[in-house]
């Protein structure tokens, strides 16, 4: 077997807490290549467990050596130092570990219990601040191991015994955000404040937990506050940023994201929020957008890295009688739009044809996540494994054709991308704009959404299904459309869209409308209007353009998914945001509780979703080209009340027999490109 096929096969194991099977296999992965930086760093792991620390501070230092870039395996070899005894060993690693680029926050639990001799056994003796001292170093080390509620309880456990122990306190606080418990973490990091008011990191936390519940405005102020207290902290006016956008401050939110690049440049999470913002909004051009993507790998990859992956071979056999190994990378195999959406391709995938790996970039799984298990050939979670790793991994396996879901959107790990993992790489559904990235082959589309005239716009060759480009699987315990008879006349306009969708455009395109339609209010929902900070400052934007609000309603949170869909039975029509991103799940949920859409076609694939998606009905003629025409199509819908009636019966019975629902069909025509691209790629000399 290759290498990295018993890797794969160690890293199942000790996933699956099979220790033994694990540490064999990494034990024969290090007798083929003794300096095998994972290999030898997750055997350490599982020496430390077996408490035999001497023989895991090997391990570590074996795999520094061949990787002294990696944060996780200085972590480990200090912690397994600490445990063993050899404190003044430890507090050199740590300061090594400085000069590498190690965070000295992540690295600061770990100089406090340095300072200390090592615990390898508490007696009664010990102090109640030594035993947190020593759960303290449990918890660290469950979560080395990705035991993320045993973390939880050992860092409890330790403010529990000594209530000013702040360093407990932060990492349960930081652990509860990562685990989405948010409500526990603002409580934590409350009193956590009460002891270090003057900490940066306690109001991130903070605002993290905040913004969790939707208390948007209240996290941005957090971040402002730490910001103040520690100006140089990058990552706070990265959440900064994501805060304002979030309250669909744009403008502002570009600034916090270019001021954190400023004092971090190649920070990736700062670069592609930022691209991802800008495709967003539509607060510059298709071409200064790509200009703006292309840096991104200019910024995260060396020249030697982009050299390596530019002379890159593969040696992938003729497909002949064997099946497509086909690869979906994504972050998103969890409760979100995304795999909403592709969780019906997987079902209908022909795995006499297709065999489907999944690569989860995420490291937290819910019920959606076992569903795809099920329904992948192979399944690993490469969270916590790093980018040329997770290549290597992916060589092993022979992939045909990788797909990347996530384009600059969260858990992306395009820098896998960036280092050519497979013959053919792709970006499919999970973004609205180029990668920027030379090594993505291909962006997948149709012909409304990626028409061959916004081709330029694209890094990527673009490639056009015949068909439109993605489909909506409507449920059928979705509650059934109801006609709602108004009074005097009114008419309901509305959206369900993210508050950053809603452009400066938008503002002045629906105060227009509103002014044409006396008789007509506004209803806006989504999440972020549960906040009043956030609602007051929606009413305001509006006032702006002389609409009151008085005809302006909003809805925040709702307490269920049936809930949310009811909601659309107070609507009659459905507007499409203006200038920026459209709607895509939005759009299709309103049609499907028998609400019409009217969109405008704009000139970048963020604005041509919902376009696409009509035309797929068969309701092309709610599509306007230019903004006047969009208000006289809303206008000539508000006054056709027997249409719109209609349109609340039949548009659920019209979905279901579109190509917008017709799941298989997308299916094979994705599996037809699949092996055309890889047929391409076999036709070339290698």
Not at 492 to 510: M, P
Request: net charge negative; proline share 4%; glycine share 6%.
């Amino acid at each position: 077997m290759p290498i990295d096929g018993l890797l794969h096969e160690a890293l199942q194991a000790h996933g699956a807490q099979q220790l033994e099977k694990a540490k064999e296999l990494y034990v024969n992965v290090l007798r083929r290549e003794p300096s095998h930086p994972v290999a030898n760093h997750n055997l350490g792991l599982i020496l430390v467990q077996s408490q035999s620390l001497a023989g895991a501070v090997v391990c570590f230092k074996q795999a520094l050596q061949a990787q002294p870039s990696e944060p996780r395996f200085w972590l480990s070899c200090i912690q397994a130092t600490i445990l063993s005894g050899a404190s003044e060993v430890a507090r050199a690693l740590i300061e090594n570990a400085v000069k590498h680029g190690v965070s000295p926050h992540a690295l600061h639990a770990l100089r406090l219990q340095a300072i200390k001799p090592a615990f390898q056994g508490i007696s009664h003796q010990f102090s109640e601040k030594h035993q947190a001292d020593q759960l303290l170093a449990a918890g660290l080390q469950h979560m080395a191991l990705g035991q993320h509620a045993e973390a939880v309880d050992a860092y409890r456990q330790a403010a529990e015994l000594f209530p000013t122990h702040t360093e407990a306190l932060e990492r349960l606080g930081d652990t509860l955000v990562a685990l989405f418990r948010h409500e526990e973490a603002i409580e934590v990091f409350n009193q956590l404040l009460m002891l270090k008011p003057e900490s940066g990191w306690a109001h991130l936390g903070l605002g993290m937990s905040l913004g969790g519940v939707g208390l948007i405005s209240q996290a941005s102020e957090c971040y402002r506050l730490a910001i103040s207290l520690e100006p140089s902290l990058a990552v706070a006016h990265t959440l900064y940023a994501k805060s304002l956008q979030d309250l669909g401050e744009t403008g502002p939110s570009i600034q916090a994201y270019r001021h954190a690049l400023t004092l971090s440049p190649s920070e990736p999470i700062a670069n592609s929020n930022l691209l991802f913002l800008l495709s967003y909004t539509g607060r510059v051009t298709p071409v200064e957008y790509l200009q703006e993507a292309r840096q991104w790998e200019q910024r995260s990859q060396t020249e030697i890295e982009r050299s390596l992956a530019r002379s890159k071979t593969f040696s992938h056999a003729p497909l002949g009688a064997r099946r497509l190994k086909v690869a979906y990378m994504s972050g998103d195999f969890r409760q979100h739009a995304v795999a909403y959406f592709l969780e019906q391709i997987y079902q209908f995938h022909d795995r006499e044809k297709i065999e489907v790996y999944s690569y989860m970039t995420n490291p937290y799984e819910d019920d959606v996540s076992a569903r795809f298990k099920v329904l992948s050939n192979h399944w690993t979670n490469i969270a916590e494994i790093a980018d040329a790793n997770v290549c290597q991994l992916i060589e092993a396996q022979q992939i045909d054709v990788l797909i990347d879901l996530s384009g600059h959107s969260a858990h992306n790990r395009l820098g896998v991308i960036a280092r050519r993992a497979a013959p053919v790489q792709a970006h499919y559904l999970g973004y609205c704009a180029s990668t920027g990235l030379t090594q993505m082959d291909y962006w997948i589309g149709d012909t409304i959404v990626t028409p061959s005239e916004i081709s330029s716009h694209f890094s990527e060759r673009v490639w056009r299904l015949p068909r439109v480009w993605t489909s909506y699987h409507g449920r059928e315990d979705a509650p059934q459309p109801r006609v709602v008879d108004r009074v005097d006349g009114e008419i309901v306009l509305g959206s369900f869209n993210q508050l950053g969708k809603i452009t400066e455009q938008t503002y002045a395109i629906w105060s227009e409308i509103l002014k044409r339609l006396p008789q007509a209010k506004l209803l806006l929902k989504t999440q972020a209007l549960s906040d009043p900070q956030t609602r007051n400052k929606l009413l305001v934007s509006f006032q702006r353009f002389g609409i009151s609000a008085n005809r302006i309603d909003l809805i925040g949170h709702t307490n269920s998914w049936a809930d949310h869909m009811r909601t659309y039975d107070r609507l009659d029509i459905a507007l499409d945001p203006v200038g920026g991103m459209g709607g895509g799940t939005t759009t299709c949920d309103a049609m499907w509780m028998g609400v019409p859409v009217v969109a405008l076609t704009g000139v970048a694939v963020s604005q041509r979703m919902t376009p696409s998606i009509l035309q797929a009905v068969g309701h092309a003629e709610w599509v306007a080209a230019t903004k006047e025409e969009y208000i006289s199509k809303v206008i000539s819908l508000a006054q056709a009340k027997h249409l719109l009636k209609q349109h609340r019966l039949d548009l659920r019975d019209e979905m279901r027999t579109s190509p917008l629902c017709d799941a298989k069909g997308l299916t094979q025509a994705l599996e037809a490109a699949y092996q055309t691209m890889f047929e391409k790629f076999a036709s070339k000399p290698h």
